[in-house]
């Protein structure tokens, strides 16, 4: 096993708010476990911290939120590589723009299997890892599944996928407070990422995605926030 730094994973981890995340942990000299399901992503990442952090510090790991089985392989890696797993950020998102009428079940079933089902799965792996010295779980949601979806006309499906994190979060943070494990969630508005220009071009913000970086650090410093479990935290955006 490696050196008792802590170890934070974070899914969706090669661009936008996830690679915002690998930057605010490397600074605090976390091993970060990155994923994505783009290899190439993550290597031109590496790459490119390569001049300014310690790379043994990095360890990305290729895989598919919409898979049980990559997700079970990504925390076996964890499990050999550090027997232990801090923090656990359920970033990994995808969204596809459709009024509720037109939209196709295989895109329901593409957005729930990864925002719904891939963030569950994760927690229920990283369990384990966590029951023994505590560690903290931050969920990622988004305002639109908390506002509802008359500000976000085609986010039916994504906004009730973003609604289901933070009911999750909320009835995490009792179960498994017995073992100091503390489950926050923060929901952002409009961030300036790849998955917004994407799904809404015309929308414009101001807040960047080291604005959020930053308060996920902050819900999992044990230092800050040791207190602090089934909060939701809202982040509106300068539009």
């Known amino acids: 096993m490696l050196d008792q730094k802590r170890v934070v994973c974070i899914t969706g981890g090669s661009r936008g708010i996830g690679a915002a995340c690998v930057r605010r942990f490397l600074k605090e000299c976390y091993h970060v476990v990155y994923c994505s399901r783009n290899k190439e992503d993550l290597f031109l990442l590496k790459d490119e911290l390569s001049s300014e952090y310690d790379t043994a510090l990095l360890h990305p790991f290729e895989a598919d939120m919409a898979s049980l089985d990559d997700i079970s392989q990504l925390f076996s890696y964890i499990q050999k590589q550090f027997g232990v797993l801090n923090c656990l950020i359920n970033n990994a998102a995808v969204i596809e723009v459709a009024n509720a009428e037109s939209v196709s079940i295989d895109s329901f079933k593409k957005q729930m299997d990864v925002n719904v089902l891939g963030v569950f799965s994760c927690i229920q792996n990283a369990i384990p890892l966590m029951k023994e010295s505590g560690g903290n779980i931050v969920n990622v949601s988004s305002l639109s599944g908390i506002k509802g979806v008359e500000k976000f006309p085609g986010f039916s499906v994504y906004a009730m996928t973003k609604s289901s994190i933070v009911g999750l979060t909320e009835v995490l943070a009792v179960e498994l407070k017995e073992f100091n494990i503390n489950v926050n969630c923060i929901a952002p508005g409009a961030v300036d990422t790849d998955m917004l220009r994407y799904a809404a071009p015309d929308l414009k913000t ?18 800050q926030s040791s207190q602090l479990t089934g909060s939701i935290l809202e982040v509106h955006s300068n539009e």
């Open 206 to 223: 101001t807040t960047m995605p080291e604005n959020i970086a930053d308060s996920i650090y902050f819900l999992s410093n044990p230092s």
